[in-house]
């Protein structure tokens, strides 16, 4: 190119030259001297120009190179950890045709509790969180550490120029066994045995059914958001994906292994919403939710069609299990925060927690106790029951993150309060999750409100592309909310157990783990949970006369370290 010009400007200067001498043969040699000398300064002065861009050009080509080679590759680990665990996990896959996407997880792995059970076939859970009936240290296997074990579909297909349909159904599967996660059904199989002899059992928003973690379909528009109706997990649980340290890792986050403390605003069984709405739209960095659940399932009577104790009427009740949440968060920079709140009517806490029925309550009487306080029996078989404690439950949630360098921060409070329900649920009810029957129903358990206060923080670093370190920090506490006699309970006991459960008490967890990707899809890891309980939260039941007539937790303490790996696709 340069040589090109050169030769246009020295073939310009020739043609000047000779057209001015043919012109006027007599003019004067120094004058077109003087004008070719010009020239070719000229020529010069353009070829230094040249030289100056073609250097600039190649310089800025390098820079371009070298910062390439700085940044890491589009799909290595360090440039997704800005994102949530939910997020990596939920991407499109390579499994996808047409718009539909088939996705999963495997999760599984080897652990060591300090306090153990046998293992429950429909248990989804590893047995990292101190448990009521846990017993002697074992080794075994560890299922869903960090992941729940999940196969779905889902898919999105244009309806009409910027509005879409959309689907999503997956359910969750036990690695050890193959069964549908199942909670309820862990207490089903320890009915009627002692309580030396129980396997793991506790209650969960997973009851086995085909679909058991979402099965929802709806529309979607990016300018106006998604409505879609259903089976949902509330914003509650979007929260605790979104903003626990562990990303919800069951082994080492007891706010994601018990559904109670957070994600069911006071019940775990909430943690899953049935014939609900969900809508979400997203307007620059601030983005906003609401929710509604219509009432399922049947209310229930106070005795069911049995002879009932004499002067007791029977009475039965509408479902009343309506439910709302709504969801306000936004971006600010590296900093994300959110906030849930919401009502859930006639909400369901298996009895103590997570208490099978006992030999005598499976073969004698089913009990309805009102929020009155009137109580009514009734006799027969209640096999394959279960009994609940009912409360009408309000909540709010609160949680951020702040991403800085290879660090990011995680803090979050809920606040719960559990009261006797307005409308009385009764005996024949269904629970919320798998429609198992209640057999005995409670709906006076909290003449003063249950307080749950749940406080958690923590922070991931990702040490390089691979390798990344968590470590988190939980505490819950309840308030003494009992009656008179068990209040005094709480002052005279001699020891935890003899403690009523409706005395003040707390949990306390930290966890640390190490998680290595050696694909996008697949990683190792590795860590430890430690967990603590006092009063009420480990306490028993206590009657009127303070006879201590079920005990509290056998251990206070659990420390559970776990290894695994988990498949993703």
């Known amino acids: 190119m340069k040589r ?13 030259s000779a057209g001015a001498a043919k012109a006027d043969p007599s003019s004067d040699v120094a004058v077109l001297k003087a004008e070719a000398a010009a020239l070719a300064k000229q020529n010069e002065a353009l070829e230094r120009r040249l ?53 999963g997880t495997i999760d599984a792995g080897v652990g060591y509790v300090s306090h153990g059970l046998p293992d429950n076939g429909q248990n989804y859970e590893g047995q990292s969180l101190i448990n009521k009936y ?11 550490n960090l992941s729940q074990t999940t196969l779905g579909v889902k898919g999105e297909e244009e309806l009409l120029p910027g509005l879409a349909g959309v689907f999503m ?9 193959g069964q549908l ?54 914003f509650s649980v979007d929260l605790v994906v979104n903003y626990d340290p562990t990303g919800a890792a069951y082994s080492f986050s007891p706010i994601a292994y018990n559904g109670q403390f957070v994600q069911g605003l006071g019940a775990t069984e909430d943690a899953r919403w049935d014939d609900s709405l969900k809508y979400r739209v997203t307007y620059g960095p601030v983005h906003f939710g609401a929710m509604y659940k219509f009432a399922d399932g049947n209310g229930g009577c106070n005795y069911v069609g049995r002879p009932a104790v004499a002067g007791a009427i029977q009475t039965c009740y509408p479902a009343s299990n309506t439910a709302y949440q709504f969801n306000l968060g936004g971006t600010y920079g590296a900093l994300n925060i959110d906030a849930v709140g919401g009502v859930y009517h006639d909400a369901v806490v298996i009895a103590g927690g997570n208490s099978p029925l006992s030999a005598a309550q499976l073969a004698g009487a089913s009990v309805f106790t009102s929020n009155s306080g009137i109580v009514v029996n009734s006799t027969g078989n209640n096999a394959n029951t279960l009994q609940a404690l009912i409360s009408d439950n309000v909540g709010f949630a609160l949680a951020a993150k702040y991403s800085w360098n290879q660090f990011k921060f995680f803090a979050g409070y809920a606040h719960d309060e559990l009261q006797n329900p ?115 939260i480990a306490g028993g039941t206590v009657s009127p006369a303070g006879k201590l007539t079920a005990l509290g937790f056998n251990y206070l303490t659990n420390w559970a370290p776990v290894v695994g790996a988990r498949f993703t696709f």
């Open 181 to 234: 996660a199942n909670m309820p059904g862990t207490l089903v199989s320890n009915q009627g045995l002692p309580r030396q002899s129980y396997s793991f059992s506790g209650d969960g928003g997973r009851g086995g059914q085909a679909f058991n973690d979402q099965l929802f379909v709806g529309l979607s528009s990016k300018t106006f958001g998604e409505l879609t109706f259903g089976r949902h997990r509330p």
């Open 134 to 144: 846990t017993n002697h240290a074992r080794w075994g296997v560890a299922q869903n």
């Open 422 to 536: 307005s409308d009385n649920v009764g005996v024949g009810a269904t629970n919320q999750e798998g429609g198992y029957i209640l057999s005995s129903v409670n709906n006076n358990f909290y003449p003063h409100p249950k307080i749950l206060q749940t406080f958690w923080a923590g922070v991931r670093y990702a040490y390089n592309s691979k390798l990344e370190l968590i470590g988190a920090y939980y505490h819950v506490s309840q308030n003494q909310f009992g009656t008179d006699y068990q209040n005094l309970t709480c002052i005279t006991a001699v020891n935890q157990s003899s403690k009523a459960a409706q005395c003040a008490g707390d949990l306390n967890a930290a966890s640390a783990f190490a998680d290595y990707h050696f694909t996008k899809r697949f990683d190792v890891y590795g860590g430890l949970e430690v967990s603590t309980v006092d009063g009420g």
């Open 51 to 103: 030289e100056r861009l073609e250097r600039k050009q190649a310089a800025q080509a390098k820079a371009v190179e070298r910062r390439h080679a700085a940044a890491p590759a589009p799909q290595s680990f360090l440039a997704q950890a800005g994102k949530t665990s939910g997020d990596l996990l939920n991407g499109e896959g390579p499994l996808t045709w047409n718009g539909i996407t088939v996705f």
């Open 169 to 177: 159904a997956s359910t969750g599967i036990n690695p050890q066994s």
């Open 4 to 16: 090109i010009v050169l030769a246009a400007v020295a073939a310009s200067t020739v043609t000047i």
